[in-house]
């Protein structure tokens, strides 16, 4: 494991393709789901010539922990009481990870729900109209009560979990859930595995249309991000070329795009329109970093939940923006770059598996334990209006998408409660 959180000499960001684990090699479907008896088989042996930024082993290690405290049933950020077992725990993998055939598989089960009607009543969500479109649509009602918040993390954990079970249930789709690991294309977002104009991707950029380039104003206008002169346009190739964005957007990032609650329309107004991008390399290369990383993960500043989550979304007084916004703003576009609706460009589900994963290690990572007790924040973003601070006992729920609740305490783990995976 990592013993020191300040790397002087940055990595060569390209040679990070390598760094993915891969340890079944591509991972391609099964009849029941990627899944591994981690207490019979354990992991495949730790190749360090694939690990050329330290989080491999350090995966390697948090896991190797997690099946000894299985094993002794101590109960510290295991599972085998409450429904996972680790002899069938899910890996989600890197997009690198995915052999072509699941990427394909996984790209149609996304358009699949896309064509599917929605659950919501047509009165109160008159813009969602697809079963896609509820996971928009209960993102875009709930933003100010889950964005900088008490709840962010585990409210987008379950949100994850119940998008996969989707893709899953509705669509049939039995394979990995993946993440973007941001550095291996933080030199050159597009093309790259993950944006690239061919079948085995998340499809690429926006066709290029004049815009905005002044940029977007963060926390008060403290940081701008600014724009590039490329995309802005719609998305035309690839798996999700001329796909229909029905809700949002409710705070553009595109001159181009005018919100959907001017004159008076409700957030949730239909507004179809195509898929937007304009991705960018400012955003990727400034922001989506391996120093980025590496100094969330192992930086002592950030040990305890309130620093790490701060400095996750963006300390923005402090002039850092965060991996979670230079994700989104390296995907931009609309509605990739609204707050609001970014859940309506499929590539925001990469994009939050590797938030997910980050914190995920980063829990991992305390051999105490305690960051599985951990809260920090209020109910309302950036506690305005003023709200009660956040416990382990708040609801949380999701509308449309499922009438199923937990509390916050029960999505702290990821093989402690009703979830049951982990990142390789």
């Known amino acids: ?3 020191k959180w300040l790397f002087t000499t940055a990595v060569a960001v390209s040679s990070l393709a390598v760094a993915v684990a891969q340890p079944q090699g591509k991972l391609d479907l099964d009849a029941s789901g990627p899944t591994i008896n981690l207490l019979k088989d354990g992991l495949p042996p730790y190749d360090k010539s694939k690990d ?10 948090a896991v190797e922990k997690l099946i000894k405290d299985e094993k002794k049933n101590t109960g510290k950020a295991t599972g085998g009481k409450k429904g996972c077992d680790l002899t069938k725990v899910k890996i989600r993998p890197e997009w690198n990870a995915l052999s072509n055939k ?3 598989k996984y790209t149609a089960a996304i358009n699949c729900l896309h064509s599917k009607p929605s659950r919501y009543d047509p009165v109160e969500v008159p813009g969602a109209k697809t079963r896609y479109d509820d996971f928009v649509a209960v993102h875009i009602i709930q933003t100010q009560r889950i964005h900088a918040t008490a709840n962010f993390l585990h409210w987008h954990r379950y949100f994850l979990y119940l998008f996969e079970a989707a893709l899953k249930e509705e669509c049939g789709y039995n394979g990995p859930f993946p993440y973007w690991h941001w550095p291996i294309s933080a030199n050159k977002p597009y093309p790259s595995h993950v944006f690239n104009d061919g079948e085995f991707g998340l499809s690429g950029d926006g066709e290029y249309v004049p815009h905005n380039l002044n940029g ?8 701008m991000m600014p724009m590039e002169p490329n995309g ?9 070329a001329n796909f229909t964005v029905n809700l949002g957007p409710i705070i553009p990032t595109l001159d181009l795009v005018p919100p959907v609650t001017v004159g008076g329309k409700s957030a949730v107004a239909h507004n179809p329109r195509c898929l937007r991008r304009a991705i960018s390399a400012h955003a990727a290369k400034t922001w989506t970093t391996t120093p980025n990383v590496l100094d969330l993960l192992f930086n002592p500043a950030y040990s305890s939940i309130g620093p790490f989550q701060a400095r996750l979304q963006g300390d923005f007084p402090g002039g850092h923006a965060g991996l979670h916004a230079g994700g989104h703003f390296t995907i931009g576009g609309d509605p990739g770059g609204d707050l609001y609706s970014a859940p309506g ?4 589900w990469v994009h939050h598996t590797q938030v997910d994963r980050i914190w995920w290690l980063w829990q991992l990572l305390d051999p105490s334990g305690a960051r599985f007790n ?11 209006p003023p ?14 998408v499922s009438d199923v609740t937990y509390k916050m305490k029960e999505l702290i783990s990821t093989t402690d409660g009703p979830l049951c995976y982990i990142y390789l």
């Open 387 to 400: 709200s009660r601070n956040g416990t382990l006992e708040d609801i949380i729920e999701m509308g449309a």
């Open 345 to 348: 460009d499929p590539a925001f």
């Open 216 to 223: 977007t104003p963060l926390g008060g206008g403290l940081i």
């Open 232 to 240: 802005g346009g719609c998305v035309t190739t690839g798996p999700f």
């Open 52 to 61: 050329t930024d330290g989080l491999l082993k350090a995966t390697y290690d």
């Open 1 to 3: 494991m990592l013993s």
């Open 374 to 384: 951990q809260v920090a924040g209020t109910l309302t973003m950036l506690n305005n």
């Open 102 to 104: 699941a990427k394909k």
